[in-house]
């Protein structure tokens, strides 16, 4: 399978192919081996992506997803003005924009994430000023968050951990389990319609390749085998599921029409594709 017959997109914000030396595959990949190879890609990746895709993202913009739908208009999370004081954690933040942005607005941010060199890039923006993070980043996996029960009022993710681990539903758990009563969680991650389609941004990528329902694991894996990065496929109905089972309710799905000022190409996403079919659903949910 060459890298432009896999489904869904490895990056969201601008998807290229493989590693050199990884082959693309189709298999099984558990919690565990999932875990290792995407801290290992994106830490081998982060430089090339925040050098490729940070004027885009910002250094304080909350951005959803490719389309460009900004939490300073959608507000998904809120009216801006009621983020102030919240405490509120970002779940896969990459160089934390969205929590620089949520620390702009007044929030208490953490932003967390599994790649220690995405952590190192929001060191580097730092604070907006040239200085340190003004909130704090912590290194860990999604699926078991170091923090206390209920200790957040909100929690958010764009494209972050969820689309690249084997156990959705345990990071939903988690989420579950560190928000207060009445927290929201909303995430955003490729449209599940993707994956059926070739990742290429003209007409070759609007003809189905594969079943909406095959929810075997993209991989690329070196030659002895091994694992260096996967992503992982669920439908609407699984992530609805995953979400009631974890204890949420789900309040609105937002999947984002493509915007007339946005003319750029952004790996599998364009124009083109953007204006007939979805590419992100963003997810907005209250643990009950």
Known sequence: MTDGDHP?????????GPDDDAEAVRRPAGGRESSRANRGWWDRN??????????????ARFVWGPEGLDEAEARL??????????????????????SRWLADQGARPVALDLS????????????GQGGGAVFPLVEADARALPFADDSFDLACSAFGAIPFVADPEQVFAQVARVLRPGGRWVFSLT???????ADE????GLTILNSYFDRTPYVEQDASGRAVYTEH??????????LVGAGFR?????????PEWNQQVWGGWSPLRGRLVPGTAIFVCTRV
């Open 8 to 16: 869904g997109s490895r990056d969201p914000l601008g998807a290229h």
């Open 201 to 204: 941004p003209g007409p070759e």
């Open 250 to 258: 789900l309040d609105d799905l937002v999947e984002p029409e493509w």
């Open 77 to 98: 999370l809120g009216p801006a003005a009621q983020l102030r004081g919240l405490r509120v954690l970002e779940v896969g933040a990459g160089a934390a924009q969205c």
């Open 116 to 127: 220690h060199r995405q952590l190192q890039h929001a060191l580097r923006i730092g604070g």
């Open 191 to 197: 449209h599940p319609l993707r994956w059926t389609l």
């Open 46 to 59: 982060a430089d090339e992506y925040q050098s490729d895709h940070g004027d885009f993202l910002g250094d």
């Open 233 to 242: 496929h669920r439908t609407l109905g699984d992530r609805v599921r995953d």
